[in-house]
């Protein structure tokens, strides 16, 4: 229920962030050493601001040290004191920035990395961060830690392949209600059908 909540509460944060955050915005490229991607509508992007919880932002529900890696973050940009929805790392593989972040929980830090997701009749992008520092340090880290953790979170879930295909959550899931999420049954179907 948490978690659904948590879904709800960052759905309609990108939805009310989507016409304020990005809409006129300044550019924020000059001085950046993100690697592009090649993305339609990406932009290099650097800038300073304090790491937060967003549920806490746009809440006001704000447990202690952002919610323990357990909540998604953004940075409150220092320029424009807009909340900037940071969505993830600088991995290949959709990963989120928690890991990323919550050292920096409450923090002021300057973050490089892409504009992503620019559409036409759609003002707001997400943030990827590439890299991250403490603002006036002088060495950037990459912004890279989440398969780390995932490891020392699940440390039984050793073995080749992706870490999706490991991951206990994904295995619990697939057990209860099959590969679509419909039933062991549609399953079934399915393989049966395309065999």
């Given at each position: ?35 592009e991607?090649?993305?339609?509508g990406?932009t290099?992007a ?8 967003l549920?806490?932002?746009l809440?006001?529900d704000?447990?202690?040290?952002c ?9 409150v940009r ?14 290949f593989?959709?990963?989120g ?23 036409p009749g ?23 830690l989440?398969?780390?953790a ?8 050793e ?6 295909r ?20 549609a ?9």
């Open positions: 229920m948490a978690t659904n909540n948590a879904i709800c509460c960052l759905a309609a944060a990108c939805f009310l962030i989507a016409g304020v955050t990005f809409a006129g915005a300044e550019d924020f490229s000059e001085g950046s050493n993100a690697k991607l090649g993305l339609s990406e290099k650097t800038f300073s601001g304090k790491v937060v919880d549920l806490c932002e809440s006001g704000c447990p202690a040290n919610g323990d890696g357990k909540r998604n973050m953004g940075i220092a320029a424009d004191n807009k909340l900037i929805v940071i969505a993830k790392n600088s991995q593989e959709f990963n920035p928690v890991d990323d972040l919550l050292p920096y929980c409450n923090q002021i830090v300057d973050v490089d990395g892409l504009l992503l997701a620019e559409d759609f003002t707001a992008k997400v943030f990827m961060a590439q890299f991250i520092r403490l603002s006036g340090q002088k060495e950037w880290k990459k912004a890279d989440w398969t780390k995932w490891q020392q979170r699940n440390p039984g879930a073995g080749e392949g992706p870490w999706y490991r991951d206990p959550r994904v295995k619990k899931q697939i057990e209860k209600s099959g590969y679509f999420g419909l039933g062991h049954e399953d079934e179907q399915w393989r049966e059908e395309n065999e």
